[in-house]
């Protein structure tokens, strides 16, 4: 079986910075894609960020290109997710999401496409 974790999650103060990372145990082969998704209680889980690990490809959602980053380590099923210049906007619960088949520009943002998640890590920005 597989399991994703995500940690890092905390308060942080608007302007600031965040790394989340997210490591899936439970098996040896490489996640093509894994991504980012964030979910506000009451509202439905939006797309955040995704890589692709083999082609190094990243997507990111229009409310965090340029402030957030993501990255990742093949070998050892990790993915991060460096968070920038924070806004109140940004506090919901972030989940990480993995698949071993490829997903483009337009797939890699549904959840669809995704066969594994983590719990989530509570993420909360003070204005």
């Known amino acids: 079986q597989v399991q994703l974790v995500e940690s890092g999650g905390r308060l942080v103060q608007a302007g600031g910075s965040l790394r989340l990372s997210c490591t899936a145990s439970?098996?040896?082969?490489?996640?093509?894609?894994m991504g980012w998704f964030r979910q506000i209680p009451g509202k439905e889980r939006e797309f955040v960020a995704a890589?692709?690990?083999?082609?190094?490809?990243?997507y990111y959602a229009d409310s965090v290109k340029g402030r957030f980053t993501i990255s990742g380590d093949g070998p050892k099923n990790t993915v991060f997710l460096q968070m920038n210049s924070l806004k109140s906007d940004d506090t919901a619960v972030y989940y990480c999401?993995?698949?071993?088949?490829?997903?483009?520009?337009?797939?890699?943002?549904?959840?669809?496409?995704?066969?594994?998640w983590g719990q989530g890590t509570q993420v909360t920005v003070s204005s």
């Open positions: 890589i692709s690990s083999r082609s190094g490809s990243t």
């Open positions: 439970g098996r040896t082969f490489t996640f093509y894609t």
């Open positions: 999401a993995a698949t071993f088949r490829s997903r483009g520009a337009t797939t890699a943002t549904m959840i669809s496409e995704y066969d594994y």
